[in-house]
């Protein structure tokens, strides 16, 4: 399986971006998505996930991000609203079966 995500720049404090994530060579919706991101100096987080079950979020997220996909398109999302400095970090998507696939990486830049 091949991931690739985009949609990641530069933004101001308060406003929006949605990351996309492209999926080849197996289904969304079968698997579970993810969505992690990684700040300088720190360690890979858990964003959001997506699952045929439902969404799962990191408290810092809640209520400002959505992860939704397109089975159609075998996409999945992020949309980032509210967005705050200490979001800025590289995002990953990750694609979980009984093997595990990461994408490349795309930065988000949040500036105050």
């Known amino acids: 399986v091949q991931l690739v995500e985009s949609g990641g720049g530069l933004v101001q404090a308060g406003g929006s971006l949605r990351l996309s994530c492209v999926v080849s060579g197996d289904s969304v919706y079968s698997n579970t998505m993810g969505w992690y991101r990684q700040a300088p100096g720190k360690q890979r987080e858990l964003v959001a996930t997506i699952t045929s079950g439902g969404t799962n979020y990191a408290d810092s997220v809640k209520g400002r991000f959505t992860i939704s996909r397109d089975n159609a398109k075998n996409t999945v999302y992020l949309q980032m609203n509210t967005l705050k400095p200490e979001d800025t970090a590289v995002y990953y998507c990750?694609?979980?079966?009984?093997?595990?696939?990461w994408g490349q990486g795309t930065q988000v830049t949040v500036s105050s």
């Open positions: 990750r694609f979980t079966s009984w093997y595990d696939t």
